[in-house]
């Protein structure tokens, strides 16, 4: 049988370690009134978003303001940006314990904005006043890169030869959009499969579009506008009567597939086109 003084010593380290657990989350809760940081930058709506639960009362304090420090990489100027739980400027349910804030990201309402094409780390640090103490909570995210879009695609389903020795010519336009801006894409083009013998055209290369406003002096892209995104290329088609092999257009399905690159190379969704030549 077990010695009743060793029974009341295990029984009463148990007790004790039970007690210095509780305690320890009761300290731990204390130092971290501020939880669940929350950042988005909304590219579309050029919206900044930040949110994080903060806790009513702080060591017997109550709270009496909440807000973000927000600095571009610089860290030379710091935008004071208040938050709420009201229910206004973002903040979705009111009086739920998260404090957030929708901002536009302009220069009428902070100093540092973020540029469309910024792809990379962004700092900023929670705030929280509880009479006379103050809380902070340092963050980091990361803001990725968002790639191209084909909108539409612009070219005729049916493409038909011109007689005799004639060359006409079709003209293709890829519409694109790019969330990080026109600038970041970096290029457009398309792949053309002959159904059938399935071999693919140009030696599998891409046949590329421009968005130059045809202002190539060794070739006209048929393109209108520098910079609107929308991407073109004239694809010469040639009579049966060319006898020249450099001028022959051959005929039948073709499939063409478009796809765009932005600049940290990373590529839209492929969208497929068929024609009949």
């Not at 803001?143 to 004639?166: A, F, H, K, W, Y």
Request: hydrophobic fraction near 35%; glycine fraction near 8%.
């Amino acid at each position: 049988m077990m010695n009743k003084n060793l029974f009341f010593i295990l029984f009463s380290a148990i007790i004790l370690i039970s007690s210095c657990d509780d305690q320890l989350s009761v300290e731990e809760a204390k130092s971290d009134p501020i939880t669940n940081p929350q950042f988005v930058f909304m590219r579309e709506s050029n919206l900044l978003y930040f949110a994080a639960s903060y806790k009513l009362e702080f060591e017997e304090e109550s709270l009496t303001s909440a807000m973000v420090e927000w600095s571009t990489q610089s860290g030379n100027v710091t935008d004071t940006i208040w938050l709420n739980d009201n229910g206004n400027n973002g903040d979705i349910l009111p009086f739920d314990g998260l404090y957030s804030r929708k901002i536009q990201n302009d220069l009428s309402h902070i100093q540092n904005v973020i540029l469309p094409s910024l792809v990379g780390q962004v700092t900023y640090r929670f705030l929280g006043v509880y009479g006379t103490i103050g809380v902070e909570m340092s963050q980091t995210s990361y803001v990725e890169n968002i790639p191209p879009v084909i909108l539409s695609v612009s070219v005729q389903d049916t493409i038909n030869r011109p007689t005799g020795m004639n060359m006409e010519y079709v003209l293709v336009i890829a519409d694109v959009f790019d969330e990080n801006g026109i600038d970041d894409i970096l290029n457009c083009g398309f792949t053309s499969l002959h159904v059938g013998p399935d071999t693919l055209l140009n030696s599998g290369n891409p046949i590329w579009l421009f968005d130059d406003g045809g202002i190539d002096p060794e070739y006209y892209s048929g393109d209108e506008i520098s910079g609107d995104g929308k991407f073109s290329i004239q694809i010469p088609i040639y009579g049966a009567g060319n006898t020249n092999p450099s001028q022959q257009t051959k005929t039948g399905v073709f499939l063409w597939t478009f796809t765009a690159k932005d600049k940290s190379n990373d590529p839209s969704l492929p969208v497929e086109y068929s024609v009949v030549v």
